[in-house]
Protein backbone atom coordinates (compact mmCIF):
# COMPACT_ATOMS: atom_id res chain seq x y z
CA UNK A 1 0.00 0.00 0.00
CA UNK A 2 1.12 3.48 -0.53
CA UNK A 3 1.81 5.76 1.72
CA UNK A 4 0.13 9.18 1.71
CA UNK A 5 2.58 11.25 1.22
CA UNK A 6 3.84 9.43 -1.93
CA UNK A 7 0.59 9.31 -3.89
CA UNK A 8 0.19 12.70 -3.04
CA UNK A 9 3.51 13.61 -5.15
CA UNK A 10 2.50 10.82 -7.96
CA UNK A 11 -1.09 12.50 -8.20
CA UNK A 12 0.54 15.79 -8.41
CA UNK A 13 3.22 14.84 -10.94
CA UNK A 14 1.43 15.31 -14.70
CA UNK A 15 4.43 13.25 -16.41
CA UNK A 16 3.84 10.01 -13.85
CA UNK A 17 0.18 10.00 -13.99
CA UNK A 18 -0.01 10.20 -17.73
CA UNK A 19 2.72 6.69 -18.07
CA UNK A 20 0.27 5.01 -15.44
CA UNK A 21 -3.30 6.12 -17.72
CA UNK A 22 -2.59 4.18 -21.03
CA UNK A 23 -6.00 3.96 -22.02
CA UNK A 24 -6.56 8.02 -21.02
CA UNK A 25 -9.36 7.75 -18.53
CA UNK A 26 -8.27 10.85 -17.14
CA UNK A 27 -8.63 12.61 -20.14
CA UNK A 28 -12.70 10.81 -20.39
CA UNK A 29 -13.64 11.58 -17.36
CA UNK A 30 -12.88 15.07 -18.04
CA UNK A 31 -14.78 15.28 -21.36
CA UNK A 32 -18.20 14.37 -19.39
CA UNK A 33 -19.52 17.69 -20.30
CA UNK A 34 -18.66 17.34 -23.80
CA UNK A 35 -19.99 13.52 -23.81
CA UNK A 36 -23.53 15.34 -22.87
CA UNK A 37 -23.73 17.96 -25.72
CA UNK A 38 -22.25 14.97 -27.96
CA UNK A 39 -25.06 12.85 -27.05
CA UNK A 40 -28.26 15.11 -26.88
CA UNK A 41 -27.07 16.33 -30.44
CA UNK A 42 -26.70 12.06 -31.62
CA UNK A 43 -30.07 11.49 -29.68
CA UNK A 44 -31.96 13.99 -32.07
CA UNK A 45 -30.32 12.90 -35.17
CA UNK A 46 -32.09 9.41 -33.87
CA UNK A 47 -35.29 10.47 -34.14
CA UNK A 48 -36.98 9.42 -30.99
CA UNK A 49 -40.57 10.28 -32.24
CA UNK A 50 -40.31 7.09 -34.09
CA UNK A 51 -41.34 5.56 -30.62
CA UNK A 52 -42.54 8.41 -28.72
CA UNK A 53 -45.47 9.61 -31.03
CA UNK A 54 -47.89 7.01 -29.89
CA UNK A 55 -48.00 8.85 -26.13
CA UNK A 56 -46.91 7.19 -22.75
CA UNK A 57 -46.03 3.60 -22.33
CA UNK A 58 -47.62 1.39 -20.13
CA UNK A 59 -44.08 0.18 -19.04
CA UNK A 60 -40.05 1.68 -19.86
CA UNK A 61 -37.79 -1.33 -19.68
CA UNK A 62 -33.76 -0.35 -19.94
CA UNK A 63 -31.95 -3.59 -20.40
CA UNK A 64 -28.05 -2.83 -19.15
CA UNK A 65 -25.19 -3.78 -17.55
CA UNK A 66 -22.68 -1.57 -14.40
CA UNK A 67 -22.98 2.01 -16.10
CA UNK A 68 -26.17 1.17 -17.99
CA UNK A 69 -27.88 0.08 -14.60
CA UNK A 70 -26.69 2.84 -13.19
CA UNK A 71 -27.83 5.36 -15.83
CA UNK A 72 -31.17 3.42 -15.27
CA UNK A 73 -31.46 3.81 -11.39
CA UNK A 74 -30.42 7.69 -12.28
CA UNK A 75 -33.51 7.94 -14.55
CA UNK A 76 -35.93 5.95 -11.73
CA UNK A 77 -34.80 8.01 -9.02
CA UNK A 78 -35.73 11.06 -10.86
CA UNK A 79 -39.18 9.73 -11.66
CA UNK A 80 -39.66 8.34 -8.39
CA UNK A 81 -42.50 6.49 -7.13
CA UNK A 82 -45.11 8.88 -8.77
CA UNK A 83 -44.32 7.81 -12.02
CA UNK A 84 -46.99 7.59 -14.18
CA UNK A 85 -44.89 4.30 -16.26
CA UNK A 86 -42.98 1.89 -14.44
CA UNK A 87 -39.66 2.04 -15.23
CA UNK A 88 -37.50 -1.33 -14.97
CA UNK A 89 -33.88 -2.36 -15.53
CA UNK A 90 -32.74 -5.91 -16.18
CA UNK A 91 -29.23 -7.20 -17.31
CA UNK A 92 -30.85 -9.23 -20.05
CA UNK A 93 -30.40 -10.76 -22.41
CA UNK A 94 -34.52 -11.98 -21.81
CA UNK A 95 -36.89 -9.00 -21.86
CA UNK A 96 -39.47 -9.62 -18.86
CA UNK A 97 -42.32 -12.04 -20.07
CA UNK A 98 -45.27 -9.38 -19.54
CA UNK A 99 -44.02 -6.97 -22.37
CA UNK A 100 -45.67 -6.53 -25.79
CA UNK A 101 -46.36 -3.53 -27.82
CA UNK A 102 -47.74 -1.03 -25.49
CA UNK A 103 -44.00 -0.84 -23.93
CA UNK A 104 -40.87 0.65 -25.09
CA UNK A 105 -37.39 -1.33 -24.63
CA UNK A 106 -33.93 0.65 -24.39
CA UNK A 107 -30.74 -1.23 -25.01
CA UNK A 108 -28.14 0.92 -23.28
CA UNK A 109 -24.56 -0.40 -23.78
CA UNK A 110 -21.13 1.35 -24.73
CA UNK A 111 -20.27 -1.71 -27.13
CA UNK A 112 -23.42 -2.49 -28.97
CA UNK A 113 -22.66 -6.01 -28.67
CA UNK A 114 -22.83 -9.56 -26.89
CA UNK A 115 -25.64 -11.51 -26.35
CA UNK A 116 -27.13 -9.92 -23.60
CA UNK A 117 -27.74 -6.41 -25.89
CA UNK A 118 -28.78 -8.14 -29.13
CA UNK A 119 -30.92 -10.61 -28.12
CA UNK A 120 -33.02 -8.41 -26.41
CA UNK A 121 -33.45 -6.13 -29.77
CA UNK A 122 -34.28 -8.99 -31.43
CA UNK A 123 -36.48 -10.33 -29.83
CA UNK A 124 -38.67 -6.65 -29.09
CA UNK A 125 -39.01 -6.51 -32.63
CA UNK A 126 -40.38 -10.05 -32.39
CA UNK A 127 -43.11 -9.17 -29.98
CA UNK A 128 -43.41 -5.55 -31.50
CA UNK A 129 -41.89 -3.81 -28.39
CA UNK A 130 -40.60 -0.25 -28.86
CA UNK A 131 -37.14 -0.11 -29.32
CA UNK A 132 -34.66 2.24 -28.54
CA UNK A 133 -30.73 1.16 -28.67
CA UNK A 134 -27.99 3.24 -27.75
CA UNK A 135 -24.70 1.69 -28.67
CA UNK A 136 -21.34 1.55 -30.56
CA UNK A 137 -21.67 2.58 -34.12
CA UNK A 138 -21.89 0.05 -36.76
CA UNK A 139 -22.23 -2.63 -33.82
CA UNK A 140 -24.66 -5.57 -34.34
CA UNK A 141 -27.11 -3.91 -32.01
CA UNK A 142 -26.93 -0.97 -34.54
CA UNK A 143 -28.16 -3.40 -37.51
CA UNK A 144 -30.46 -5.23 -35.13
CA UNK A 145 -32.09 -1.76 -34.29
CA UNK A 146 -32.08 -0.86 -38.07
CA UNK A 147 -33.81 -3.96 -39.32
CA UNK A 148 -36.37 -3.10 -36.90
CA UNK A 149 -36.57 0.39 -38.10
CA UNK A 150 -36.05 1.69 -34.34
CA UNK A 151 -34.07 4.41 -33.48
CA UNK A 152 -30.59 3.96 -32.74
CA UNK A 153 -27.85 6.55 -30.69
CA UNK A 154 -24.36 5.38 -32.62
CA UNK A 155 -21.66 6.24 -29.98
CA UNK A 156 -17.97 7.13 -31.32
CA UNK A 157 -15.69 4.68 -31.44
CA UNK A 158 -13.40 6.85 -28.78
CA UNK A 159 -15.59 6.41 -25.87
CA UNK A 160 -13.42 4.80 -22.94
CA UNK A 161 -14.34 1.73 -20.99
CA UNK A 162 -15.91 3.01 -17.44
CA UNK A 163 -16.22 6.80 -18.36
CA UNK A 164 -19.54 6.32 -20.84
CA UNK A 165 -22.30 6.86 -18.05
CA UNK A 166 -23.38 10.61 -19.62
CA UNK A 167 -23.17 9.09 -22.89
CA UNK A 168 -25.89 6.35 -22.02
CA UNK A 169 -27.87 8.52 -19.38
CA UNK A 170 -28.32 11.41 -21.89
CA UNK A 171 -30.63 9.58 -24.51
CA UNK A 172 -32.62 8.17 -21.58
CA UNK A 173 -32.95 11.83 -20.09
CA UNK A 174 -34.16 12.88 -23.40
CA UNK A 175 -36.36 10.03 -23.88
CA UNK A 176 -38.12 10.46 -20.70
CA UNK A 177 -38.59 14.40 -21.90
CA UNK A 178 -39.87 13.26 -25.25
CA UNK A 179 -42.64 11.23 -23.49
CA UNK A 180 -43.65 13.15 -20.69
CA UNK A 181 -42.45 12.16 -17.90
CA UNK A 182 -40.13 14.69 -16.78
CA UNK A 183 -39.94 18.10 -17.81
CA UNK A 184 -37.52 19.92 -19.63
CA UNK A 185 -35.88 22.29 -17.37
CA UNK A 186 -35.15 18.60 -14.88
CA UNK A 187 -33.02 17.47 -17.88
CA UNK A 188 -31.51 20.83 -19.36
CA UNK A 189 -28.57 18.86 -21.51
CA UNK A 190 -26.46 22.34 -21.52
CA UNK A 191 -26.77 22.98 -17.85
CA UNK A 192 -25.44 19.22 -16.94
CA UNK A 193 -22.83 19.63 -19.24
CA UNK A 194 -21.83 23.13 -17.54
CA UNK A 195 -22.10 21.59 -14.23
CA UNK A 196 -19.72 18.61 -15.04
CA UNK A 197 -17.24 20.82 -17.21
CA UNK A 198 -16.93 23.00 -14.03
CA UNK A 199 -15.63 20.00 -11.98
CA UNK A 200 -13.54 18.88 -14.73
CA UNK A 201 -11.83 22.30 -13.99
CA UNK A 202 -11.91 21.85 -9.99
CA UNK A 203 -10.93 18.21 -10.65
CA UNK A 204 -8.15 18.53 -13.29
CA UNK A 205 -4.61 16.55 -13.12
CA UNK A 206 -2.90 19.87 -13.08
CA UNK A 207 -4.39 21.43 -10.16
CA UNK A 208 -2.78 20.75 -6.96
CA UNK A 209 -4.01 18.09 -4.64
CA UNK A 210 -4.89 20.23 -1.63
CA UNK A 211 -7.02 22.02 -3.41
CA UNK A 212 -8.34 19.10 -5.74
CA UNK A 213 -11.61 17.34 -4.26
CA UNK A 214 -11.16 14.42 -6.69
CA UNK A 215 -7.31 13.99 -5.71
CA UNK A 216 -8.30 14.84 -1.96
CA UNK A 217 -10.88 12.21 -1.78
CA UNK A 218 -8.51 9.56 -3.62
CA UNK A 219 -5.93 9.93 -0.71
CA UNK A 220 -8.25 9.57 1.98
CA UNK A 221 -9.89 5.98 0.58
CA UNK A 222 -5.82 5.16 0.10
CA UNK A 223 -5.94 3.14 3.18
CA UNK A 224 -9.58 3.20 3.79
CA UNK A 225 -12.00 0.67 3.63
CA UNK A 226 -15.36 2.69 2.39
CA UNK A 227 -18.09 2.31 3.46
CA UNK A 228 -21.06 5.02 1.48
CA UNK A 229 -23.80 6.42 2.89
CA UNK A 230 -26.80 7.58 0.32
CA UNK A 231 -29.00 9.96 1.51
CA UNK A 232 -32.13 8.29 -0.66
CA UNK A 233 -32.79 6.88 -4.03
CA UNK A 234 -31.31 9.49 -6.21
CA UNK A 235 -27.85 9.44 -3.86
CA UNK A 236 -27.80 6.04 -4.05
CA UNK A 237 -27.53 5.81 -7.57
CA UNK A 238 -24.45 7.89 -7.21
CA UNK A 239 -22.95 5.68 -4.48
CA UNK A 240 -23.76 2.47 -6.92
CA UNK A 241 -21.66 4.60 -9.33
CA UNK A 242 -18.51 5.10 -6.70
CA UNK A 243 -18.78 1.32 -5.33
CA UNK A 244 -18.69 0.28 -8.75
CA UNK A 245 -16.02 2.73 -9.95
CA UNK A 246 -13.65 1.76 -6.76
CA UNK A 247 -14.02 -1.66 -7.52
CA UNK A 248 -13.39 -1.94 -11.24
CA UNK A 249 -10.37 0.69 -11.64
CA UNK A 250 -8.71 0.08 -7.93
CA UNK A 251 -9.80 -3.19 -6.71
CA UNK A 252 -11.31 -1.76 -3.51
CA UNK A 253 -14.41 -3.60 -1.77
CA UNK A 254 -16.82 -1.45 -0.81
CA UNK A 255 -20.21 -1.24 1.10
CA UNK A 256 -23.37 0.91 0.16
CA UNK A 257 -26.20 1.52 2.09
CA UNK A 258 -29.05 3.64 0.91
CA UNK A 259 -30.91 5.90 3.77
CA UNK A 260 -33.35 5.62 5.22
CA UNK A 261 -34.24 2.12 4.85
CA UNK A 262 -30.69 0.21 5.09
CA UNK A 263 -29.59 2.57 8.41
CA UNK A 264 -30.22 -0.20 10.81
CA UNK A 265 -27.02 -2.36 8.58
CA UNK A 266 -24.97 0.68 7.91
CA UNK A 267 -24.89 1.67 12.29
CA UNK A 268 -24.59 -1.90 12.86
CA UNK A 269 -20.95 -1.87 10.09
CA UNK A 270 -19.94 1.55 11.98
CA UNK A 271 -20.21 -0.43 14.87
CA UNK A 272 -18.87 -3.64 14.38
CA UNK A 273 -16.08 -5.47 14.48
CA UNK A 274 -13.96 -4.00 12.20
CA UNK A 275 -14.71 -0.48 13.57
CA UNK A 276 -11.40 1.66 15.89
CA UNK A 277 -11.31 -0.39 19.14
CA UNK A 278 -9.56 3.32 20.34
CA UNK A 279 -8.99 6.33 18.81
CA UNK A 280 -6.58 7.05 16.70
CA UNK A 281 -3.02 7.34 17.47
CA UNK A 282 -1.38 10.33 15.68
CA UNK A 283 2.14 8.87 16.46
CA UNK A 284 1.77 5.66 14.75
CA UNK A 285 3.95 4.70 12.19
CA UNK A 286 1.35 4.58 8.85
CA UNK A 287 4.03 3.63 6.44
CA UNK A 288 4.10 0.41 8.27
CA UNK A 289 -0.13 0.08 8.77
CA UNK A 290 -1.06 -2.45 6.04
CA UNK A 291 -4.16 -2.70 7.85
CA UNK A 292 -7.29 -0.69 6.21
CA UNK A 293 -9.55 1.46 8.47
CA UNK A 294 -13.26 1.98 8.01
CA UNK A 295 -14.04 5.21 6.36
CA UNK A 296 -17.93 6.35 6.39
CA UNK A 297 -18.54 8.22 2.98
CA UNK A 298 -21.46 10.26 3.16
CA UNK A 299 -23.66 11.14 0.03
CA UNK A 300 -26.15 13.40 0.45
CA UNK A 301 -29.56 14.65 -1.54
CA UNK A 302 -31.45 18.14 -0.16
CA UNK A 303 -34.29 16.84 -2.21
CA UNK A 304 -35.00 12.94 -1.04
CA UNK A 305 -38.01 12.80 0.91
CA UNK A 306 -38.47 13.82 4.61
CA UNK A 307 -40.30 10.30 5.47
CA UNK A 308 -39.26 7.52 2.60
CA UNK A 309 -39.16 5.17 5.40
CA UNK A 310 -42.33 3.55 5.74
CA UNK A 311 -41.36 -0.21 5.75
CA UNK A 312 -39.66 0.47 8.94
CA UNK A 313 -41.48 0.04 12.75
CA UNK A 314 -40.13 3.63 13.46
CA UNK A 315 -40.44 6.06 10.28
CA UNK A 316 -37.95 8.18 9.60
CA UNK A 317 -36.39 10.52 6.95
CA UNK A 318 -33.39 10.05 5.09
CA UNK A 319 -31.93 13.09 7.20
CA UNK A 320 -32.48 11.62 10.07
CA UNK A 321 -31.20 8.21 9.36
CA UNK A 322 -28.29 10.05 8.03
CA UNK A 323 -27.69 12.28 11.73
CA UNK A 324 -27.71 8.52 13.22
CA UNK A 325 -25.13 6.69 11.04
CA UNK A 326 -22.93 9.93 11.62
CA UNK A 327 -23.25 9.91 15.40
CA UNK A 328 -22.27 5.68 14.92
CA UNK A 329 -19.20 7.26 13.12
CA UNK A 330 -17.91 9.91 15.74
CA UNK A 331 -18.65 7.70 18.54
CA UNK A 332 -16.46 4.43 17.05
CA UNK A 333 -13.57 7.19 15.90
CA UNK A 334 -14.12 6.24 12.04
CA UNK A 335 -13.44 9.06 9.94
CA UNK A 336 -15.59 10.70 7.67
CA UNK A 337 -15.57 11.78 4.08
CA UNK A 338 -18.27 13.80 2.41
CA UNK A 339 -19.25 13.82 -1.06
CA UNK A 340 -20.03 17.28 -1.94
CA UNK A 341 -20.08 19.96 -4.74
CA UNK A 342 -16.63 21.14 -6.01
CA UNK A 343 -18.06 24.53 -6.15
CA UNK A 344 -20.49 26.36 -4.28
CA UNK A 345 -23.09 25.97 -7.23
CA UNK A 346 -26.69 27.83 -7.57
CA UNK A 347 -28.29 27.51 -4.58
CA UNK A 348 -31.35 26.34 -6.87
CA UNK A 349 -29.38 24.32 -9.02
CA UNK A 350 -31.77 21.45 -10.61
CA UNK A 351 -31.29 18.30 -8.08
CA UNK A 352 -30.00 16.72 -11.53
CA UNK A 353 -26.78 19.03 -12.16
CA UNK A 354 -26.02 18.58 -8.48
CA UNK A 355 -26.31 14.74 -9.12
CA UNK A 356 -23.88 15.76 -12.23
CA UNK A 357 -21.09 17.47 -10.19
CA UNK A 358 -21.37 14.52 -7.79
CA UNK A 359 -20.84 11.79 -10.11
CA UNK A 360 -18.04 13.98 -11.56
CA UNK A 361 -16.20 13.86 -8.62
CA UNK A 362 -16.60 10.07 -7.83
CA UNK A 363 -15.49 9.19 -11.57
CA UNK A 364 -12.35 11.73 -11.22
CA UNK A 365 -11.53 10.23 -7.15
CA UNK A 366 -11.96 6.23 -8.71
CA UNK A 367 -9.67 7.36 -11.10
CA UNK A 368 -6.75 8.78 -9.45
CA UNK A 369 -6.82 6.51 -6.79
CA UNK A 370 -6.21 3.64 -9.72
CA UNK A 371 -3.39 5.65 -10.48
CA UNK A 372 -2.01 6.21 -7.08
CA UNK A 373 -2.05 2.36 -6.67
CA UNK A 374 -0.40 2.06 -10.54
CA UNK A 375 -3.39 -0.28 -10.48
CA UNK A 376 -4.54 0.77 -13.84
CA UNK A 377 -1.11 -0.06 -15.49
CA UNK A 378 -0.92 -3.44 -13.67
CA UNK A 379 -3.62 -4.85 -14.90
CA UNK A 380 -2.56 -4.17 -18.79
CA UNK A 381 0.99 -5.53 -17.85
Same mark, same amino acid.
Given at each position: ?????????????????????? *?????????????????????? &?????????????????????????????? !? *? %? /???? +?????????? +?????????????????????? +???????????????? %??????????????????????????????????? !??? #? !????? !???????????????? &?? /???????? %???????? &????????????????????????????GAAATRMADQLATLAG???????????????????????????????????????? *?? #? *?? #??????????????????????????????????????????????????? #???????????????????????????? &??????
Amino acid at each position: MSSPELAEEVLDDLGLLRARDP *RGLLSAVAGAGAQVRESARLTE &EAGLGRVTSGGRPRGLVVVARREGAVAASV !L *R %A /LLGP +GSPVAVDVVG +GPDLPVWMGPSDIAVVATRTGA +GRYAVQPAYEAARRGV %ALVGIGADGAPLHAACANARAPYVALPESRVRHAT !LWS #L !LTPLL !LLATDLGLLPAQVTDT &EL /LAAALDEV %AGECGPSR &ESYLNPGKTLALELLDALPVIAAEGPLAGAAATRMADQLATLAGLPVSTFRLPDQRVAAVTVLSGPLAPTGGDDFFRDRAEDDA *RR #L *RL #LTIRDSGAADHDGGGEREPRSAREAMAQVLRAATDRNVPVSRLSDPGPGPD #LEPRLARLARQLAVVDFSAVYLALALDH &ERALRS
